[in-house]
């Protein structure tokens, strides 16, 4: 199932936000070990729906995104949530009762909230995600919080596990 999911090799944790120096600066230190790198924010989140909630995990990203992760619903692939609106995994919209253009409650643990509609509901029984655009973070939150996460993908000819410990002394 997992590898039906998401197409990254590793998923590679910051202990905080990443400048677009310090991205470019992992960029160039796996150039030759890593044909894709995708940064990203991540963090936990209460989703809230007709009075019961789930903690989950939102990301949020660019049109880069579908790239690493398979959003598909019914076997038609998907392709970003949009402004003001989520797609979430199959698991917690069933777990909720959410079907598609209801809106939900994300809540992180600075207690900031996104209020979205569910315009996607995509195969993933791995992890419980909401996925959403970064515009929809700033424009309800007024800022963009920093890639703390990066996806890559490593080359063919490469080591996996070589190039994850290389990635984590970086």
Known sequence: QFENVTTNDLTVYFS????????????????????????????????????????????AGDE????????????EKLGMPGPGKTFLSIGVAENLGVKVGDTVTLTDPDMRQLTVEVSGIYHNSVYNYA?????????????????????????????????GAFAAEQ
């Open 16 to 59: 905080e936000a990443q400048t677009q120096e310090q991205q470019d600066a992992f960029r160039d230190a796996l150039d030759r070990q890593a044909s894709d790198i995708l940064f990203f924010y991540q963090t936990s989140v209460d989703v809230s729906f007709d009075g019961a909630a789930k903690e989950i995990y939102l990301v």
């Open 131 to 163: 996925i959403v655009e970064p515009e929809t973070m700033e424009a309800q939150w007024g800022s963009l919080p920093g890639s703390q996460m990066a996806f890559v993908r490593v080359e063919d000819y490469c080591d996996h596990h070589e190039v």
């Open 64 to 75: 880069s995104l579908k790239s690493f992760i398979n959003f598909t619903q019914d076997g």
